[in-house]
């Protein structure tokens, strides 16, 4: 099984609907991350989230929220999508232990706002 | 802040030649540096990573890469690609709790 799943996996929803986008993690790790890749433009911060308790934001958060609901789930939600949402969205985690920020991507949700 | 410049947005290499992907960043201390590749279709996997020491680091898939502090770089490399590397490669820099990724640079593999 994989250690940081995403759910769903593809989604096309329409301008103005709220959605959830899901992830966990089997690895045990205290620190969760939300991106979205453009074309382009790389990988760009959402939220992150050191543990249950700490919720930060990412250089691109508007438009969107989290939720920590356990260390091992960190929720992406737009609340009323719009379609320059249109990407890639990926959650990474990693571990605290010293200062080694290795992280660990899922596989990506693709999301289509029309 | 800290910053990351991937300068080349598309590469083409042939099969059985060698590969250098470039990687600038900007960081006020002593960085941490990753390489990550994404397949089509497919996440992000971790190549390879330099925390300290050795400025040479080997990583999966005979990929190794190079940190020079005086050139603030550190290019990937590999001495003979093959066809399953075309991909997406992405550098990142980080060490104050958050990585920031470069714009990546896609690779094509010809035959």
């Known amino acids: 099984d994989a250690d940081v799943t995403q759910t769903p996996r593809n989604r096309i929803t329409k301008t103005g609907k709220r959605i959830m986008l899901e992830c966990s993690q089997t690895?045990?790790?205290?620190?969760m991350y939300w991106y979205r890749q453009d074309p382009g433009l790389g990988l760009r911060l959402i939220y992150y989230?050191?543990?249950?308790?700490?919720?930060n934001k990412g250089e691109i958060s508007d438009g969107y929220s989290v939720s920590r609901q356990a260390q091992a789930k960190f929720s992406l939600s737009l609340e009323s999508a719009i379609p320059n949402q249109t990407a890639l969205y990926f959650c990474?985690?990693?571990?605290?232990?010293?200062?080694?920020?290795?992280?660990?991507f899922g596989p990506g949700t693709r999301l289509l706002v029309l | 802040a800290q910053s990351v410049t991937q300068p080349d947005i598309h590469i083409t290499v042939s099969e059985g030649a060698s590969l250098e992907l470039r990687c600038n960043y900007s960081?006020?201390?002593?960085?941490?540096l990753f390489w990550y590749v994404q397949s089509p279709g497919q996440g992000l996997q971790l190549l390879l990573k330099?925390?300290?020491?050795?400025?040479l680091v080997q990583g999966i898939k005979g990929f190794e890469a190079e940190f020079k502090r005086s050139q603030s770089s550190f290019n990937l490399r590999k001495p003979s690609v093959h066809w399953s590397d075309a991909a997406e490669y992405f550098c990142?820099?980080?060490?104050?709790?958050?990585?920031?990724f470069g714009t990546g640079t896609r690779l094509t593999i010809i035959p």
């Open positions: 690895k045990g790790h205290d620190r």
């Open positions: 330099y925390f300290s020491g050795d400025t």
């Open positions: 990142a820099v980080g060490g104050n709790e958050k990585l920031t």
């Open positions: 990474a985690t990693s571990d605290s232990w010293g200062r080694q920020e290795t992280q660990y």
């Open positions: 960081y006020g201390a002593t960085p941490y």
């Open positions: 989230s050191f543990d249950v308790k700490d919720i």
